[in-house]
């Protein structure tokens, strides 16, 4: 990459180099118990996005695939795909949704596109620990926004007008993120920028959209 590419060096850390933050088995075990409660109740399919799997599973879209969630074993997979179990971090945000989506049956309607310094408290949580992942993709797709756009693809991600190169996912029917990217030049380095609506700060604590923002880094 040229000199005049390059991003900030200050990145963020990856959560799950922590012991504590690997396994799905680690994750709150309320939100497991809630999940558990799910997949039993056979009311379970009025809920917005979710049915039920076989033997006491549920089953939801998730980045453009169906994952499985088995609470006797808290394991995450995707359906016949070859993808690895899901980890902690993802796991994480998946079970968050759920327990939303049990009390709430479906998730708020649209409202408007914003950042994380647009949240409740982010201008203070976003910060060192907790930079948001979106400085990972702009290292990484510095100088090829058109790879960074193929990247997306596959993940279900598509085009969106949004910096000089955008993408948006559909993460669950219903939760969208956005990615705008500008390629660095010889003027200003390059930079990503995560948008998403509003209504995540009704939904979620902030380390929960922080962590949808690992999620995604990872996809790429």
């Known amino acids: ?7 900030t060096a200050e990145l963020p850390t990856d959560p799950e180099t922590n012991a504590r933050y690997q396994h799905l088995n680690q994750l709150n075990p309320e939100w497991w118990q809630i999940v558990s409660t799910l997949a039993e109740n056979t009311r379970t399919n009025q809920i917005e996005g979710i049915s039920k799997g076989t033997g006491n ?14 609470p006797s074993s808290r394991t995450i997979t995707y359906l016949g795909d070859q993808q ?4 902690y971090q993802e796991g994480l945000v998946i079970l968050a949704l759920l327990n939303y989506l049990a009390e709430h049956k479906k998730l708020p309607p649209e409202t408007e596109l914003i950042n994380e310094n ?8 976003f910060r060192g620990p907790h930079l948001m992942a979106s400085l990972i993709l702009a290292q990484q797709f510095a100088d090829n926004g058109a790879r960074f756009i193929k990247r997306a693809r596959f993940w279900g991600g598509q085009p969106a007008a949004y910096g000089e190169f955008g993408v948006k996912f559909e993460i669950f029917p219903g939760l969208n993120w956005t990615i705008a990217l500008w390629e660095g030049d010889a003027e200003f380095p390059a930079r990503a920028q995560y948008l998403f609506d509003r209504k995540l700060d009704r939904m979620f604590q902030l380390d929960i959209i922080w962590a949808i923002g690992n999620l995604i880094a990872t996809k790429f």
């Not at 990459?1 to 991003?7: S, W």
């Open 1 to 7: 990459m040229n000199e005049e590419k390059r991003v």
């Open 57 to 70: 599973t549920l089953e939801m879209p998730w980045f453009n695939r169906i994952i499985s969630i088995r």
């Open 84 to 87: 690895p179990r899901l980890r």
């Open 118 to 125: 647009h949240l409740t408290g982010g201008t203070t949580f």
